[in-house]
């Protein structure tokens, strides 16, 4: 890459007003190689976890180039003091119920990857990039998801477009790349007028990949993924509602743009993937029907109800510092042998998982009541963040707080059917966007942002 490619890609990406922009484009690079790092793990498997130490270089440097003012915000202090407690709870009761063996060593380092996502949030907020760096991240890693659901196309041919087979289940696992590529879209939804304002080409390139990462995540087949699109739609359509209302054009354009919005909307859903989504949505509906009546609780939907109602039994064993994570699987499969014996009539000799398929049980389970009750404090705090910030923010500045409240949202129902802290990968992907939503809603909020919102993109 030439020296003047490099400037002007900096200039783009970083904005004018950067004051380390040399540093703010290896941060970009950085930010790349991490989100890279987890979503390619089961094909290109490397530690992305050692790119903690060069955030962490770069923090030592700024430290002593900028004043510490934008870390000893009010904000700032009480995320990372959330953030903190849970992982020195988590860390403390590990070691009461020692030794520790293969999964509470494994839960710890996952644990502590939060702390590495502190160090880059830190080196954001003091390298102060413009919010074009937020929405640039997203379009580059959606080129970088291209490469997965290349090989998973690759693999399954046009079986995936006939919902024969699950995109991301050859090389790494359907719901994780649902959850990936959901997460792009979500947020992406949010930046077309962003798009707008770099260009056609920016504008083009990001309607394809937007499309792109919505077929993805219909066609991973994944429920998990698919509980994001309810609040992304509340959310992104408040938004877009509230800028059209604010233009200066008349009362027919504004209806005739709401109703071709809508329209493209209902063309997508009856277009060939909507028989993918009836399809699992049909199962899952199926599935809970035939626990309530007890007709089979060993579906995919039943074998979930069925171990929450173990876990709760687990919960009252044990309320306040938890089982342990090496105890879990053992006590998991032998309660559920036992209520599924009594209770439903069925002879099995129990569920063998890693997880409990819910993030706020299991960690009750784990390690007791401080470390749940921390975790229902750091998403009560983003949420009332976001909100804030957002009743503050005028015109198109509002899309980054938008974005915040979107994600936030889809990771609390993302916790509700499965555990992400569990595994490294979507502890990275919940850590690496949250990181992100939180420093440049920061940013925002001190005016550090390219963004032109002193006039209307739709005027």
């Known amino acids: 890459m030439s020296e003047k490619y490099m400037l002007k890609m900096m200039k783009i990406i970083i904005g004018d007003i950067c004051p380390h922009p040399k540093l703010a484009w290896w941060l970009f690079l950085a930010m790349i190689l991490l ?11 490397y530690n992305f976890e050692l790119l903690f130490g060069f955030f962490l270089v770069v923090l030592v440097y700024l430290l002593k ?5 934008d870390l000893t915000q009010k904000s700032v202090l009480v995320w990372g003091g959330l953030i903190l ?14 030794p520790l063996l293969e999964e509470s060593r494994s839960v710890l380092r996952i644990t502590a990857l939060f702390i590495g996502f502190l160090v880059v949030l830190a080196a954001i907020l003091l390298t102060k990039p413009a919010e074009d760096f937020f929405w640039y991240f997203l379009l580059v890693s959606s080129f970088v998801l291209l490469v997965p659901i290349t090989m998973e196309l690759t693999h399954y041919g046009w079986k995936v477009f006939e919902g024969e087979a699950r995109l991301g289940r050859a090389y790494s696992n359907p719901i994780k790349f649902g959850v990936y590529a959901n997460a792009l879209f979500i947020l992406m939804l949010g930046g077309f007028v962003w798009a707008y304002r770099q260009g056609k080409k920016v504008l083009v390139l990001w309607c394809v990949m937007t499309l792109i990462n919505f077929l993805a995540v219909v066609l991973s087949q994944s429920r998990t993924a698919w509980i994001g699109w309810p609040e992304a739609i509340i959310g992104w359509g408040g938004f877009y509602l509230y800028l059209i ?3 200066k054009f ?11 919005i809508v329209s493209i909307l209902a063309l997508i859903g009856v277009t060939f993937v909507g ?15 035939q626990y309530l009546t007890e007709e089979n609780v060993e579906t995919s939907v039943g074998r979930r109800l069925v171990m929450y109602e173990v876990g709760i039994d687990l919960i009252k064993e044990q309320p306040f510092l938890g089982h342990g994570a090496d105890d879990f699987e053992s006590n998991l499969t032998s309660k559920t042998a036992q209520l599924l014996t009594e209770k439903y009539n069925v002879s ?9 398929h819910n993030q706020f049980l299991m960690t009750w389970i784990n390690f007791g009541l401080i470390p749940f009750i921390l ?5 009560i705090f983003l949420l009332g963040f976001f909100l804030r910030g957002l009743k503050k923010s005028r015109g198109e500045s509002k899309a980054i707080w938008v974005a915040g409240l979107v994600f936030t949202s889809a990771t609390i129902l993302l916790f509700m059917p499965e555990s992400p802290l569990q595994y490294s990968t979507y502890s990275a992907h919940v850590g690496l966007f949250l990181t992100l939503l939180v420093a440049f809603s920061l940013l925002n909020q001190k005016s550090f942002t390219s963004l032109r919102t002193d006039k209307s993109v739709l005027e």
């Open 35 to 45: 989100f890279s790092g987890y979503v390619l793990r089961g094909t290109v498997p």
């Open 65 to 69: 180039a900028e004043s510490w003012d």
């Open 85 to 98: 407690s849970y992982v020195i709870s988590v860390f403390a009761i590990s070691l009461f119920h020692a």
């Open 245 to 247: 209302s604010k233009a």
């Open 250 to 260: 008349s009362f027919e354009k504004k209806l005739f743009l709401v109703g071709g």
């Open 275 to 289: 028989e993918v989504m009836q399809k699992r949505v049909v199962q899952a509906w199926s599935d809970v029907e």
């Open 348 to 356: 099995s000799n129990g569920f063998h998982f890693s997880q409990i």
């Open 375 to 379: 975790i229902v404090l750091i998403f």
